[in-house]
């Protein structure tokens, strides 16, 4: 390439660029950081739902565990006192 149309290339690209510039990219670019910035303070990630709903899942799996438990205890309870207290045939 001569120098000459080297000199032209950098002056069209410097051109190009400084009317992006006027266009507005500079206030895009600072828009897409902010709602990055946003989006990164106020979503959650994909490791951070993915934790939570594991939590979640133990907790509804000791809720049944108990509630089965209780069940349990009073199935046992009406057998005994109907074993005790009953009729007796």
Known sequence: ?????????????MGAVEALKDQGICRWNYTLRSLHQHAKNH???ASQTRMLSSQTSV??????REEKAKQSE????????????????
Not at 59 to 64: M, P, W
Not at 74 to 89: D, I, K
């Open 59 to 64: 907790a509804v799996r000791n809720q049944l």
């Open 43 to 45: 979503l959650r990630s």
């Open 1 to 13: 390439m001569s120098s000459t149309s080297r000199t032209w290339v950098v002056a069209a690209t």
């Open 74 to 89: 009073e199935s046992l309870r009406t057998v005994m006192y109907l074993s005790c207290w009953g009729p007796n045939n």
